[in-house]
Structures are given as C-alpha cells and as structure tokens.
C-alpha cells in the first residue's frame, strides 16, 4: 500500500480512529480493484462473499426491474468514503441488488475469511471494524423503514380524489416535510402552459433564508442546486409538470446529499405520475360538462 492509498483510506470514517500501524496491518487482506464508467461491480443474484470500500469515483446501487436486465430503479448513490456489501462479507449471501461504477473507481474488497480471521486474530482492531460496519447497517436500515412510511402515506394520498393539482401539492407537502430530518423549506412550482413560466402554488416555510433561491428555467433540472437545496423535477412523457424546491437550514454532506436523491427521485415520479391523472380527471370532467352544456342549449 502506497502513502497516497493509505491516505485515502484515514479519510474514510470508519477508519479515521485506528491506530495507522494496525490500520496498515488490517488492510494487507484488502485487494484494490479498479473500474472504468459503466463497468458492472456484481450483478444482482450473484454470489456474494466480499466489502467494498469506495476511495474514488462513484457507484449506483441499483435493482432490475424486469427480467431482461434492460431496466433498473436506482436504491442508491455512493461516492468516496463509504461502503457496500457488508451483508454479504457477513453472511455470504447472494447480492440482493447491481453496483455499477458511473464515473471512473477505485474500491478496496475485503472477502468473508480474511474478514473474520483478522477479526480473530485481533479483536482490538477487528471487532471496532465490526461495530461500525453494524452501526452504518442499522443507520441505513432506520432511514429505509422513514422512507417506506412517507411512500405509504404518499400513496394513500394518491389513492384519494382531489380538486386540483396545486391542492395535491399542498397535501403531498405535509406528508413529506415530518420525514426530513432537520429544518428544511419546500417551495413547489406548478408550469403554466399559457405563458410558458412556473408559477409558484406553495410555500412551506420552516425557517427563515437570509436571501430566497432563484432557480433559473435553465437550472431547473433534477439534482442538487447546491450543498442545500434539491430541485425534484416532475415530468411526465416530456410534458412540463413542474417542480419542487427542498431546502434545508445547513449544508449537507455528500453522504447525506446522496441518501436523499434516491427518495427525492421517487417522490417526483409519484408527484408526476398523480399529477398527470389529476389533470386528465379534470380535463375528462371539463368534456363532460361541455357535453352535456352543448345538449341542453
């Protein structure tokens, strides 16, 4: 291991508290891989017996959504510092999902024997190593079970009729504000296929911003405007819906900046998606009061 390797491994959080001469001891069971974008890390099924360490680049954690391999729903988003497979270092099992590398990198893979033999051999090192790995896994686990309730309360939301798409907004808003940790704004923006602008239909103020974000029509794209603020787009099939504008009081870390673009893309694709009924309910009642006006004269 050169100084630069080394380095780069006393950044990752796990580590950064381990002594440097048991640290260097520990990663001689490490073997470095590298990978160009696009390159499949391990496919969902296969066997599975090794950690991964991200120390550079950036990795998708995906799951298929058909059997054909052709399409995927992206889980999660992973870049330098941070750690997958561990249960399968654990338990050997098969991957439960696909990691593609989606910019040039380079992972350290530790396998499932020399794991738990270094763990044995010295447990001063080892079982800390363990701790962490367990406390990053309930973490994950803790913000997954957030997120499948909001998703559940999203989609009863969805499930009911509603008068407009800026009155679906609002509530959507609601269910979605309690599971952001933290201090956060949301400001939703509707397209107004008349003059071709958005028009704002909802503020949730939550905390008071020393100067208000101005988004731009060309910056208005899904991801991260800055360390703070997300911009969740939804359209539908090319047609301009709108889009809302998650802020939140203090800077995020690329860790937690990462964990909330998966659930920040899965709300705009159920926003879209109701939406898009939304405006063809009314459109569909707006026929039929037209129908039955043109009968009646």
């Not at 052709?70 to 999660?76: G, H, I």
């Amino acid at each position: 291991m050169n100084e630069s390797d080394f380095k780069n491994l006393k950044e990752v959080s796990m580590f950064k508290n381990f002594d440097d001469n048991r640290l260097k001891e520990f990663f001689k069971t490490f073997k470095k891989k590298e990978y160009a974008a696009g390159d499949i890390i391990f496919k969902e099924g296969s066997a599975g017996n090794t950690l991964l360490i991200l120390i550079e680049g950036e990795v998708i954690i995906e799951k298929k959504l058909d059997e054909d391999e052709k399409e995927f729903k992206q889980l999660a988003f992973l870049s330098a510092g941070e750690f997958f497979g561990e249960m399968a270092v654990i338990e050997e099992k098969p991957r439960t999902a696909q990691a593609r590398a989606c910019a040039d990198t380079v992972l350290y893979e530790l396998n499932h024997r020399d794991f738990f033999s270094f763990i044995k051999e010295h447990p001063e090192t080892g079982i800390p190593f363990l701790v962490e790995i367990t406390k990053t896994v309930l973490r994950r686990l803790q913000n997954t079970s957030n997120e499948l309730i909001m998703l559940f309360d999203l989609s009863k939301l969805v499930m009911e009729d509603h008068a407009s798409s800026k009155e679906f907004l609002t509530k959507a808003a609601g269910e979605i504000a309690p599971y952001l940790d933290g201090m956060w704004n949301i400001d939703a923006y509707m397209y107004n296929q008349f003059n071709e602008e958005y028009d704002e239909v909802l503020s949730q103020e939550k905390f008071k911003e020393a100067k208000r974000i101005s988004i731009c029509e060309e910056d208005i794209k899904t991801g991260w405007f800055n360390e703070r603020a997300y911009i969740a787009v939804f359209n539908l099939n090319d047609k301009k819906l709108g889009y809302i504008l998650f802020s939140k009081e203090t800077e995020l870390s690329d860790f937690e900046k990462n964990n909330l673009s998966t659930i920040f893309n899965t709300i705009s694709s159920i926003l879209a998606s109701a939406m898009e009924n939304i405006d063809h309910r009314a459109e569909l009642l707006l026929m039929e009061k037209l129908k039955e006006k043109k009968y009646t004269i």
